[in-house]
């Protein structure tokens, strides 16, 4: 693990892990606590809205995951944000009360074409834009970040944020869903139309990293602001500051390209386990052309 602390990530290329059972010898030869108890202790199904669309996690085995994303005609786009990943009934990655230190990736199927995971240093990201912004970084240090999103009654396939309500907390119990968000300090508005209003925050956007002793950029105000987009949402209402204030737009785009010049791009061939450190390191993925299956190891 030492190499992981100096590096943020390792890939291990050229090793015989053929199956998911190979994949989970591997996670347990390392020690390393599975996160599956906040999936059942948050979730109950193993079904959650994650990143910018809702994901299924298919539990393989007692460690193991692997993502089905919803949304595949959205791959068809390039992946143009960032994220360290967290577990979450909201799309809001980071922004749960207990998150992942580790995560496993493995190759069990290479994608025919593209579908890289691009990893980005995220004490990099912040030195970045504390040199070019500090008056931006200072607010964000100071207020945070603040994230609502509005959710239909039932799902939206035309929507980059897909499901309802009723499939995000996996409910139809309007004091349940409540109570689910609860545990994640989500506050919910309900609408006259039967939707909701999800509001969470404030955040902080940055984040100190006590293994490291530096500052990171830990939030996912680009992957909001680019993404939540639809016929009830905002991008420029989706993610705020904490205190409601706007974020510059010319900023926030910015930052993107410091993201996307800083990363580095990892293709993806059979048999690969990766593994990051989630303070260390932010990830992303590209779009590809099926087949694609990478499994998961989420570890405390």
């Known amino acids: 693990m030492s190499v992981l602390h100096e590096a943020g990530a390792v890939l291990f290329r050229g090793f015989d892990v053929q199956t998911a059972k190979d994949f989970n010898d591997v996670v347990e030869a390392l020690g390393t606590r599975s996160c599956r108890r906040w999936v059942v202790q948050l979730l109950g199904p193993t079904l959650f809205v994650g990143f910018l669309q809702p994901m299924i996690l298919c539990l393989i085995r007692r460690f193991l995951f692997t993502m089905k994303w919803l949304r595949l005609d959205l791959f068809r786009a390039p992946i143009k944000s960032f994220s360290n990943f967290c577990f979450g009934l909201t799309g809001f990655i980071q922004q749960v009360p207990e998150f992942p230190s580790k995560l496993f990736f493995f ?125 009830q949402n905002d991008p420029v209402k989706a993610v705020t500051f904490g205190d409601g204030k706007p974020l510059p737009a010319d900023i926030l785009y910015d930052c993107l390209k410091i993201l996307e010049e800083e990363s580095v791009a990892i293709p993806w061939q059979k048999s690969d386990v990766l593994l990051i450190d989630n303070w260390a390191v932010l990830h992303a993925r590209r779009s590809f052309n099926p087949p694609r299956r990478i499994l998961a190891s989420l570890c405390k």
């Open 107 to 231: 190759c069990e199927v290479e994608p025919e074409s593209g579908g890289e995971t691009p990893i980005v240093l995220s004490h990099v990201v912040y030195e970045r834009m504390k040199q070019s912004y500090p008056e931006f970084v200072e607010q964000l240090e100071q207020h945070g970040l603040l994230y609502t999103r509005v959710l239909g009654e039932e799902d939206d396939p035309s929507s980059p944020i897909g499901r309802g309500w009723k499939s995000t907390f996996l409910t139809e119990d309007k004091s349940l869903a409540e109570e689910r968000a609860a545990k994640l300090g989500m506050k919910l508005e309900w609408m006259e139309d039967g939707g909701v209003k999800t509001i969470m925050g404030p955040i902080p956007a940055i984040k100190y990293d006590k293994s490291s002793q530096r500052k990171i950029w830990f939030n996912n105000m680009v992957a909001a602001y680019t993404g939540w987009k639809d016929k």
